[in-house]
Structure formats: C-alpha cells, structure tokens
C-alpha cells in the first residue's frame, strides 16, 4: 500500500535481478537507466514469474520477485563506485572488506534463519525432526522421568553423534556440545554457568518472565532449556517455547528436571550474581555494527549511482528506493525486522538527532560526511563524494515506518561555482555551516567589517539550506536593501525610507510582520538596532532557525556588542540560543602562475617575522605575491577567498566570555572545543601557497606578536 505510493505509473521496476553476480556490466546497466530510458538492463516484472514458494505472501507486494538476500549487490557496488566514491585502491579494498564481511554475516544470519525454520527446536512433542526420530527409535522410549541416568546420557550421546554426522553433510544442524546432564553432580550448576553462560530468564535477565512460569522452566544464553518434569505439556511452557521462537532466541531441545532442580539453579543465579545478563548489550552492539555496515554499504551504492533520496519504507516488508535523476526505482526489498533495525541503526548513526529513536514521532537527523558514524568505533565513514545525509524520520498510519536520507554531495556542481565553496571555505568549515543548517533553533551571527563578504556567505548558505530542504521550508529574509536574490525563499521588503530613524523603525516593523508569517528560518540581513536585536532572539527562542550578520571584529566580540546593544545576558549565555558565531574577512588570493617562494625574499620584514614566528619551514612553506603576469592581468593577485573563524559555543564557553573572561574562553574554545582563529585558518592557507604572509599581517597583525582576543 505504502508502497504503491511511489509507483505511481503502476510500473514497478527493480533495476538489477541477479545483483549477486553484479559486475561492471551491471553497474553500467544501472547508469543507463539512469540516464535516459533505456530499459534493457531493468526487469519488467509484469514478465516475471514468481515462483509460488519464493514470493512473497502478501497478496499486496506480489510485483516485485524476490531478491537475493540483502547485500549480494554488493559486488556491483563496489566495483561501480571505484571513480567516484573511492579515491585510493586501499579504500577500494577496505570496502570490499567491509561487504565481504558484511555478506558473510548476512549468509550466516540467513542459513540461522532457514535452520531455524527447519528444524523446530521449538519442541520434539510437537514435531519430532527426522534425525531424532531417527534416535528415538533406536532406543528406550524417550520419557525423561522414567528413565535412568544411564538410558538419558546414552540417548542424548547419540542425539549428539547424529547431529554432528549431519552437520558434516551439510545439513542445517547446530553443533551441540556434550553437556553435563547429571544434575544431581556437585560440578552441575557450576559448569551450567561456564563461559558466561547465563540463565536470561533469572530475575534481571534479558528475557523477563513471570515468577510462575518461571518455576517450569529456565533458558540460558546457550540454548539450554530446561523444563520441569511433570509440566512438559504445560501450556506456559508452550507458549514460551513460542515466544522464545519468536524473538529468535537460542533455545535447544527441552532438559526435563525435577522442580527442585530448577528452583536450585534459579537460587544458585541468583547468589552467584549469574542473573543478570552481560551478553545482551554486546549481541546488541553487535546487532548495531552490522546494520551500520548496511546502512554504510546502501548508502555507498546510492552515492556512486548519483542517487539524491533514499527512500526506506518499512511495512509488512522493507522496500528501499532510490531517487535517481529525479525517477524513484526500488533498489531492494527485505524483510520488516531487517527494516527497523535499519531504521534505529539509520538515527543511531546521525552526529545530530533528537536524543531517542520514537517510532511514532516525526524526527530528523543528520549526518556529516567527515565523521564516522556512531559507535562504530572510528570505523565506518560515508563515501567520500558525500558531504552528509540528513535523515527524516515519518511514521505513517498502521505501524509503517518511513524514512528518507537525503544524500548532499560535496562535489555537487550546482553548488560549486555559487556555493559556499567557491568562497573558499574549507571543507571543516562548510562541516560548520553545514551543522549550524541543521540546527532547528537558535541564532548563527556572520560578523566582520564591511565589504567581508559576510551577506554574500550569508546568501550562499541560505540557498545551500532552501536545496538541502528541497524548498520544503520556509525561509523568510528581511533585508534593507535585498542584496541578492534567494530562489525559494519569501524576501521580505523594507519600506523605503530616507531618514536612519525611520529606515529602524521599518525594518522593525518587516522583522516582526515575518516573525508572525510562519517561517521555518529567518534570515535578517543585519542587526543593528536593540529591537531587530530583540525581534531576532524571539525568534530563536520560539523555535527558528536564525541567521543575521552583525558589526564586530571577531566571532567571540559578537556577544560583546549584543551585550552593549542591550541584549539580555540569559539569551547570551545559552548554547541553546546561540549556536553559531562567526568573523569573516576576504583575503586576496596569490596568482599561481607567478607567486615567488618567500625563500627568494629573506630580507622582506614580513618574511623575517614569519621566520621568526615557524622558522625556515615556515619560510619554505610560504609564497609571495609576483609581479604578475597575463594570468593575473599582471597585478599579482587574482580573486578572494573567505576566511572564516567559526565557534560552536557550549555553555562553558558562553560563561566565560560573558563574566568576561575573554582570554580564558578563548583558550577554551581552541584547546577543548577545537576551535580555530581566523589567524590560524588564514596561516593554513598561506601555508598552502593560496594567500601571502603580507595578507595574513594586514588583517591578523604582526606574526612575532601573539594576539589573543
Ligand atoms: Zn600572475
């Protein structure tokens, strides 16, 4: 049903069958379809037969025949992507690794899966598998309470010899060891709890049960199942057996034992501290890892297909689609618990989420591209071709759940030659702006002088957040005048008016008419009036995105002349409200074609203090400005770049800059919040031969004298 949603033209397409032999040819298939509307290398599935047995059940999702299980696509992902997504062979093959891996455990979870199904260890009395028929007629009737010790060893000795015989012939059957079944033995209870085997049915176990059920019955994490003797048939334990079944729990074959037995082995978890279950938190991590690997391994396939939107519907199955080109196609289909532990592992994953997963609510997400994901160990990062993801987490009536991830790319052209790039801005700090987008409350401030180029960085971002919200936000500027136009966003004007008074008081009045428009984000061309200061404030605090430019001559100054203009020191001081704070100056970048190396100029003052401040490799490091040539229209110089500080504020440092400790919050900011000056960011790129140590002089001061503040 969800799914008919997305295909509208009723022309249910899956792109690829037999992804598991996916090599270049496929991939190259794949781009095809992209493209344009080749449809040789798609499946009509109206042609397609599926098979009664394989499909699936629901009369609904019949369109769509049965893929491998889940990432057999993956060799066509890796190979497909090696232009694009990775830059070195050994990424290459790290990925290969990574999904390697991945199919592995994948096999394995389906062949539990099927071994599973087959063979109902749910419970002999209910259907007795060949291979214990098979021991069950070679000897004494199997009932437990009237058979000696001797005739059970020997019975469940042979169950385990034809059980292993089995699993050499490749038949699905878990190894069983040979365990201790006199549970009259001194050493019983002891080796029962060996290698951290514990009882997770005890009080404070993983799997909680009621007090009376559990005097019949005891499962540990092993599978060891043990039932009390005369309740074999009992319907609690049925049901258990069911429910234990249910939740793909480990549970073997029933151990038939007298009641005291199992109040002794409920006694002996409880004082020996056995109860409490340590395996789950790791089989859970465990758990997480693996989805991450997919969520990993999805999103990698979709970033080397250019794909924008990832669609994961989660219904009586899991259907995952692509955007490609603006078409939907549905990439995979997979089971529903498949789909929600993706879905959790999907919003663990993001660097900014509300704090918890709720499977009802509307939440978003995201995702950089620079750090790996979370809890996976520094391990697992996103392509490198992707800037981020951001996550929209929808419910939908009737339990589905619906999740899209917009894949932002950093090498996206429609943003290079007018984004924020092509200021010049470093890929950490696009990582900032990119962040400070996401925000869904409080305030960002681009400081600097005038002619910065802070309304120009301020645009930018705006357009690059209107895209990244695909228009679906509404963004309201108030500017006096409107410098540039926003496509998708409402620019409001300002009533022209000669005098300064009177020009105040309009802009107050635009401001507050847009606070009452229902705008998602706010952008205010400048604050420079305690009212528009006022009005920009209410907004962060009634739950907007804000972002305005200011007159100060640092990011950490910002708050200062908030402060002088009259604006509350509660607002100033929460991270809550103040999110963003920036100082930008442009720099004049060196011509490439006839810089000179700074070496040639030793006796340049400049050099010599930059010497003095990083030594030769400073000096041998560093570029100056040439005499010009064709290229530069023989100035020297030729274009700008924005350099930019940037502070994330935390409250600590919020405290400390208003009780006016400035150089103390400063040094916070550098060595605990890893911040970076625009003296710093400037050297990184005169050390880069981008800009000139007369430049980074001219706007950050000497380089032999420290400045802090
Ligand atoms: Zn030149």
Same mark, same amino acid.
């Given at each position: 049903?969800?799914?008919?949603?997305f295909n509208?033209?009723?022309?249910?397409?899956v792109?690829d069958?037999k992804?598991g032999?996916?090599?270049a040819q496929?991939?190259?298939?794949?781009?095809?379809?992209q493209?344009?509307e080749?449809?040789?290398?798609l499946?009509?599935?109206?042609?397609?037969?599926v098979p009664e047995?394989?499909?699936f059940?629901?009369?609904e999702?019949p369109?769509i025949?049965?893929?491998?299980?889940?990432?057999?696509?993956?060799?066509?992902?890796?190979s497909?992507?090696?232009?694009?997504?990775?830059g070195?062979?050994?990424?290459?093959?790290?990925?290969?690794e990574?999904?390697?891996?991945n199919s592995?455990?994948?096999?394995?979870?389906s062949s539990?899966?099927?071994a599973?199904?087959?063979?109902?260890?749910?419970?002999?009395?209910?259907s007795?598998p060949r291979a214990?028929?098979?021991v069950?007629?070679n000897?004494p009737?199997?009932?437990?309470?009237?058979?000696t010790d001797k005739?059970?060893?020997?019975r469940?000795?042979?169950?385990?010899?034809?059980?292993?015989?089995?699993?050499k012939?490749?038949?699905p059957?878990?190894?069983?060891?040979a365990y201790?079944t006199d549970?009259t033995?001194?050493?019983?209870f002891?080796?029962?709890f060996?290698?951290?085997?514990v009882?997770?049915?005890?009080p404070?176990?993983?799997?909680p049960?009621?007090?009376?059920t559990r005097?019949?019955l005891a499962?540990f994490?092993?599978g060891? %199942?043990?039932?009390?003797?005369?309740?074999?048939?009992?319907?609690k334990?049925?049901? %258990?057996?069911?429910?234990a079944?249910?939740?793909?729990l480990?549970i073997?074959?029933?151990?038939?034992?007298?009641?005291?037995?199992?109040?002794?082995l409920y006694?002996?978890?409880?004082q020996?501290?056995?109860?409490?279950?340590?395996?789950?938190?790791?089989?859970?991590e465990?758990?997480?890892a693996?989805m991450?690997?997919?969520?990993i391994?999805?999103?990698?396939r979709?970033?080397?297909?250019?794909?924008?939107?990832?669609?994961?519907?989660?219904?009586?199955?899991?259907?995952v689609?692509?955007?490609?080109?603006?078409?939907?196609q549905?990439?995979?289909e997979y089971n529903?618990?498949?789909?929600?532990?993706?879905?959790r592992?999907?919003?663990?994953s993001?660097?900014?989420?509300?704090?918890?997963?709720a499977?009802?609510?509307?939440?978003?997400?995201?995702?950089l591209?620079?750090t790996?994901?979370?809890?996976?160990?520094g391990k697992?990062?996103?392509?490198?071709?992707?800037?981020g993801?951001?996550?929209q987490?929808?419910?939908i009536?009737f339990g589905?759940?619906?999740v899209?991830?917009?894949?932002?790319?950093?090498?996206?052209s429609?943003?290079?030659a007018?984004?924020?790039?092509?200021?010049g801005?470093?890929?950490r700090e696009?990582?900032f702006?990119?962040?400070?987008r996401?925000?869904?409350?409080g305030i960002?401030?681009?400081?600097?002088?005038?002619?910065s180029?802070k309304s120009t960085?301020l645009?930018r971002?705006?357009?690059?957040m209107?895209k990244?919200?695909?228009y679906?936000?509404?963004?309201?500027t108030?500017e006096?005048p409107p410098?540039?136009p926003?496509?998708?966003?409402?620019?409001m004007?300002?009533?022209?008016?000669?005098?300064?008074?009177?020009?105040?008081?309009?802009?107050t009045?635009?401001l507050?008419?847009?606070?009452r428009?229902?705008p998602?984000s706010?952008m205010?061309?400048?604050?420079r009036?305690l009212?528009?200061?006022?009005?920009?404030?209410?907004?962060?605090?009634?739950?907007?995105?804000?972002?305005?430019?200011?007159?100060?001559?640092?990011?950490?100054?910002i708050?200062?002349?908030?402060?002088d203009?009259?604006?509350?020191?509660?607002k100033l001081?929460?991270p809550?409200?103040?999110?963003?704070?920036?100082?930008?100056?442009?720099f004049?970048?060196?011509?490439?074609?006839?810089r000179?190396?700074?070496?040639?100029?030793?006796?340049t003052p400049?050099?010599m203090?930059?010497?003095?401040?990083f030594?030769?490799?400073?000096?041998?490091s560093?570029?100056?400005?040439?005499?010009?040539c064709k290229h530069?229209?023989?100035?020297g110089?030729?274009?700008r770049i924005?350099?930019a500080?940037i502070?994330?504020?935390?409250?600590t440092?919020l405290?400390?800059?208003?009780?006016?400790?400035?150089k103390?919050a400063?040094?916070?900011?550098?060595?605990?919040?890893?911040?970076?000056?625009?003296r710093?960011v400037?050297?990184s790129?005169?050390?880069?031969g981008?800009?000139?140590?007369d430049?980074?002089?001219?706007?950050?001061?000497?380089?032999?004298?420290?400045?802090?503040?």
């Amino acid at each position: 049903m969800a799914f008919q949603i997305f295909n509208k033209g009723g022309s249910a397409r899956v792109s690829d069958k037999k992804r598991g032999n996916g090599d270049a040819q496929h991939t190259h298939q794949n781009s095809e379809v992209q493209a344009g509307e080749t449809t040789s290398g798609l499946l009509d599935v109206s042609s397609v037969k599926v098979p009664e047995t394989g499909g699936f059940k629901e009369e609904e999702l019949p369109s769509i025949p049965k893929l491998p299980p889940f990432p057999s696509f993956i060799s066509s992902a890796s190979s497909g992507q090696s232009d694009t997504v990775s830059g070195a062979t050994g990424e290459k093959d790290e990925l290969r690794e990574k999904v390697s891996e991945n199919s592995e455990n994948v096999d394995a979870e389906s062949s539990a899966e099927e071994a599973d199904n087959r063979q109902p260890h749910l419970s002999d009395a209910v259907s007795p598998p060949r291979a214990l028929n098979f021991v069950n007629k070679n000897l004494p009737k199997a009932d437990p309470s009237s058979e000696t010790d001797k005739e059970l060893q020997k019975r469940q000795e042979l169950q385990t010899v034809v059980q292993e015989a089995l699993l050499k012939n490749g038949k699905p059957a878990k190894p069983k060891l040979a365990y201790n079944t006199d549970y009259t033995s001194p050493t019983f209870f002891k080796e029962l709890f060996d290698n951290g085997n514990v009882c997770i049915t005890a009080p404070g176990g993983s799997l909680p049960i009621k007090e009376d059920t559990r005097q019949l019955l005891a499962l540990f994490s092993n599978g060891r %199942f043990f039932v009390c003797e005369t309740y074999k048939f009992d319907g609690k334990v049925l049901g %258990f057996e069911y429910l234990a079944k249910k939740r793909r729990l480990q549970i073997g074959k029933p151990e038939y034992v007298p009641m005291q037995t199992l109040r002794a082995l409920y006694e002996y978890a409880a004082q020996n501290g056995y109860a409490v279950e340590t395996d789950k938190n790791e089989e859970q991590e465990q758990e997480q890892a693996r989805m991450q690997r997919d969520f990993i391994t999805i999103v990698a396939r979709a970033a080397a297909m250019h794909v924008s939107d990832i669609h994961i519907v989660v219904a009586e199955h899991t259907t995952v689609m692509f955007r490609v080109n603006g078409l939907m196609q549905t990439e995979m289909e997979y089971n529903k618990d498949w789909g929600e532990s993706f879905v959790r592992a999907a919003f663990a994953s993001a660097d900014i989420s509300d704090s918890n997963y709720a499977q009802n609510e509307y939440q978003a997400a995201q995702k950089l591209g620079r750090t790996p994901l979370r809890g996976s160990h520094g391990k697992l990062v996103l392509p490198r071709n992707l800037l981020g993801i951001r996550l929209q987490f929808n419910p939908i009536a009737f339990g589905t759940r619906y999740v899209i991830m917009r894949l932002l790319y950093a090498e996206d052209s429609s943003s290079t030659a007018t984004g924020l790039e092509a200021l010049g801005f470093t890929e950490r700090e696009m990582d900032f702006f990119y962040q400070l987008r996401g925000a869904p409350t409080g305030i960002t401030i681009i400081s600097g002088p005038t002619g910065s180029g802070k309304s120009t960085t301020l645009q930018r971002n705006m357009i690059q957040m209107l895209k990244e919200r695909n228009y679906e936000t509404n963004l309201i500027t108030v500017e006096d005048p409107p410098e540039y136009p926003i496509p998708g966003a409402r620019q409001m004007p300002v009533t022209n008016a000669s005098i300064e008074e009177a020009k105040e008081r309009e802009f107050t009045k635009a401001l507050s008419a847009a606070l009452r428009s229902d705008p998602d984000s706010l952008m205010i061309g400048e604050v420079r009036t305690l009212s528009a200061a006022d009005l920009a404030f209410r907004g962060a605090l009634s739950g907007h995105n804000v972002w305005t430019t200011l007159h100060a001559n640092s990011a950490p100054a910002i708050l200062m002349r908030l402060k002088d203009l009259g604006v509350e020191d509660f607002k100033l001081r929460d991270p809550e409200i103040i999110k963003g704070l920036l100082a930008q100056r442009l720099f004049r970048k060196l011509c490439p074609y006839c810089r000179v190396p700074a070496t040639q100029r030793l006796n340049t003052p400049s050099v010599m203090r930059l010497r003095e401040a990083f030594g030769d490799i400073g000096v041998e490091s560093s570029f100056l400005r040439g005499k010009g040539c064709k290229h530069c229209d023989f100035r020297g110089v030729k274009g700008r770049i924005a350099v930019a500080e940037i502070i994330l504020p935390d409250a600590t440092f919020l405290d400390l800059l208003m009780k006016g400790e400035t150089k103390k919050a400063i040094n916070y900011w550098i060595n605990d919040l890893n911040g970076m000056t625009l003296r710093e960011v400037a050297l990184s790129h005169m050390f880069r031969g981008i800009i000139d140590v007369d430049e980074v002089e001219r706007w950050t001061g000497f380089l032999n004298q420290v400045i802090v503040g």
